[in-house]
C-alpha cells in the first residue's frame, strides 16, 4: 500500500508500531520538504499523515503508557524528543549536541512508563539516557562502539543493549544491574556472545517472557546472519545457515544494514531475514 504520493526519498528514516487495540503507527523523513511525518492507521493500510518536525532523521518511534506514540530523532545534531497527546505533537529538546547522524533507539518502559534511549555520539560512546522530567534526561556512557546500537528492556524495565565493539569489531551484550554483589547500587555488565571478528554491525535485540534475551546479528566475516539466545546456564549462538537451521542466504550480498527480529514461540530458531542488496 502506498501511503505517500511524495516522490522525495526517505533516508535512513522510517519506524513501524502497533498498540493492543491493533492501530499502526509510522514515522519517516520526506527528504523533499524536510519533514519527519506521522502515521496512524486503524487497519494498517490506508494512513491519516500529519508533521511531527521540520526535520528528523534516524529517528525511533515506540508506543508509551496510554497508548501514545513516541519519537526521538536527531534535528540538526540535536536530540529532539516527541510525544502525541492524541491531537498534536509536543516536542522537547534533549540537551546534547553530540549526537550526529548515528543510531538512536527509543523505548518505554511497562511498570514504569518513563522512556529510555541509547544511541552514538560523535565520539562514537554509547550515550543511555532516561527522562527524569520534562527537558531533564540523566545520561551515562555505556561503551565506545560502530554501527547499530540495540535497545531492550526487562521485565523490570532495566535496559539491555546490543553492539559492535569499536576496538574488537565484536558482538557485544551489555546489561544493567541495579544491585550487584561488591555493593554497587548500578553497574553495566558487558559480554561477547560470540568471537568472531566482524559480527553485528546490523543487530536487533528482544527479551521474551521469561526475561531472555534474544539477539539477531550480521557475521560479515561468515557472511550470515546469526541468533543468539540466553538461557539460564550457558550461552547460544546458532549460525541461521547450519544444519537443522532454516537458512539464509549469505555472502557479499547478505542482508548488512538492518534486522528486525520476533520472539519465535517455543523458543524455535525461525527465518528472520531475506537476502538483500547492499545498501538496501
Known amino acids: 500500500e502506498k501511503i505517500s504520493k511524495s516522490s522525495s526519498s526517505y533516508d535512513e528514516t522510517i519506524d513501524l508500531a502497533a498498540n493492543e487495540e491493533g492501530e499502526f503507527f509510522l514515522i519517516f523523513y520526506d527528504e523533499f520538504s524536510n519533514i519527519l511525518k506521522f502515521g496512524k492507521s486503524k487497519d494498517g493500510l490506508s494512513y491519516d499523515l500529519s508533521e511531527i518536525d521540520g526535520f528528523g532523521e534516524y529517528a525511533s518511534l515506540t508506543i508509551g503508557e496510554n497508548e501514545k506514540p513516541r519519537v ?3 534535528h ?12 498534536q505533537w509536543q516536542v522537547e529538546e534533549i540537551n546534547d549536541t553530540s549526537a550526529g547522524e548515528k543510531s538512536i533507539r527509543l523505548k518505554v518502559g511497562k511498570k514504569s512508563p518513563v522512556p529510555q534511549l541509547v544511541y552514538l555520539n560523535d565520539s562514537d560512546q ?3 539516557s532516561i527522562r527524569e522530567s520534562e527537558g531533564l534526561w540523566s545520561k551515562s556512557i555505556v561503551s565506545t562502539a560502530k554501527g547499530e546500537v540495540s535497545l531492550a528492556l526487562d521485565k523490570n524495565d532495566l535496559p539491555r543493549i546490543a553492539y ?3 576496538n574488537d569489531d565484536k558482538i557485544h551484550y551489555v546489561r544493567r544491574l541495579e544491585k550487584t ?3 554497587l547500587k548500578t553497574a553495566w555488565i558487558d ?7 566482524s559480527s553485528g554491525t546490523a543487530n536487533s535485540m528482544a527479551i521474551d517472557k521469561i526475561n531472555r534475551t534474544h539477539i539477531a546479528y550480521y557475521d560479515e566475516t561468515h557472511g550470515s546472519i546469526k541468533y543468539y539466545v540466553e538461557p539460564y546456564y550457558f550461552k547460544y549462538t546458532a549460525d541461521l545457515e547450519g544444519k537443522n537451521r532454516n537458512a539464509i542466504s549469505g555472502g557479499d550480498d547478505a542482508v ?3 534486522i528486525e527480529i520476533k520472539i519465535p514461540r517455543k523458543n524455535r530458531v525461525e527465518k528472520i531475514g531475506e537476502k538483500c542488496p547492499d545498501n538496501s
Request: proline share 3%; charged share 25%.
Open 164 to 166: 559492535q565493539g569499536l
Open 126 to 128: 554509547i550515550i543511555h
Open 72 to 74: 526521538v530523532y536527531n
Open 256 to 258: 548488512d544494514k538492518s
Open 76 to 87: 540538526e545534531k540535536t536530540l529532539r524528543y516527541a510525544s502525541y497527546n492524541g491531537k
Open 181 to 183: 554483589r561488591n555493593g
Open 191 to 197: 559480554d561477547v556472545p560470540d568471537s568472531s571478528n
